[in-house]
């Protein structure tokens, strides 16, 4: 069965931390113990949150000595953000309809 990685990503992005640990990557690779800093939970629930981002493909996780960095691959929000774009033109036609509709309530006001 062919692994459903968008739904994979979505799920990873569901949780606020994974969220933020994603933001901080961002800027750039961090540390594990860099990583958990900011929150207050866990070194091993950091892990687990860590674990389920790398299974969805949203960080890759290295070696290098005893550090070991954590580092952002974007892929996955690439495909999630192709797939939301496909959604764009519903967005914007409704967005359209509702504007013409508001110039028939208020014709008196001008075009910006």
């Not at 929150?39 to 950091?46: E, G, M, N, V, Y």
């Not at 949150?49 to 969805?56: D, I, N, P, S, T």
């Not at 359209?96 to 001008?110: F, I, N």
Request: one cysteine or more; glycine letters at 4%; proline letters at 5%.
């Amino acid at each position: 069965m062919e692994r459903d990685t968008l739904s994979t990503t979505f799920a990873a992005l569901a949780d606020p931390t994974r969220r933020a640990i994603l933001a901080r990557l961002a800027a750039g690779e961090a540390s594990v113990t860099e990583l958990a800093a900011p929150f207050s939970i866990s070194l091993p629930a950091i892990t687990k949150h860590l674990k389920v981002l790398e299974g969805a493909g949203l960080i890759r996780r290295g070696r290098q000595a005893q550090w070991r960095p954590c580092t952002l691959d974007a892929q996955p929000l690439r495909d999630v953000a192709d797939w939301v774009q496909q959604y764009r033109k519903f967005w914007d036609h409704n967005f359209d309809r509702l504007e013409e509709y508001l110039r028939e309530m208020h014709p008196q006001e001008k075009k910006s």
